[in-house]
């Protein structure tokens, strides 16, 4: 049985606890990048942070924030970008938030290898 499909023993208490149950589901689903960036700081203290990145990498969730990532096209993106050519001190910026992102997977045991989660050039 994949993790993603798992049966949660999750009580009362713990789901009323959990952001994506608290706040408008539509902010982790927003076009916005601050309203994402938001999201995922909301997702930082969730008890169930790890089993949810960890279901949407496996299922490679097309878009929105999951486990406190922000998945595009299923693949981790460090932050969403606002519509045109990017600034170049962006493009400096996004090449550390990868490192950051990749870190972060990794701390969390799902990047064994770099072809076991795919992030976003």
Known sequence: ????????????EVEASLPCRKFDPDLWFSDSPT????????CGDCPLRVE???GA????EPWG????EIFERGAVVPRKRPRGRPRKEDLARDAELRVEAEARLAANGLAASR???RLAA
């Open 35 to 42: 309203e994402l960036e938001l999201a995922k700081s909301l």
């Open 52 to 54: 949810c990145l960890a």
């Open 57 to 60: 990498v496996e299922r490679a």
């Open 1 to 12: 049985m994949s993790l993603a499909l798992a049966p949660l023993d999750v009580s009362v």
């Open 65 to 68: 924030v999951w486990g406190g």
């Open 115 to 117: 072809s076991a989660v």
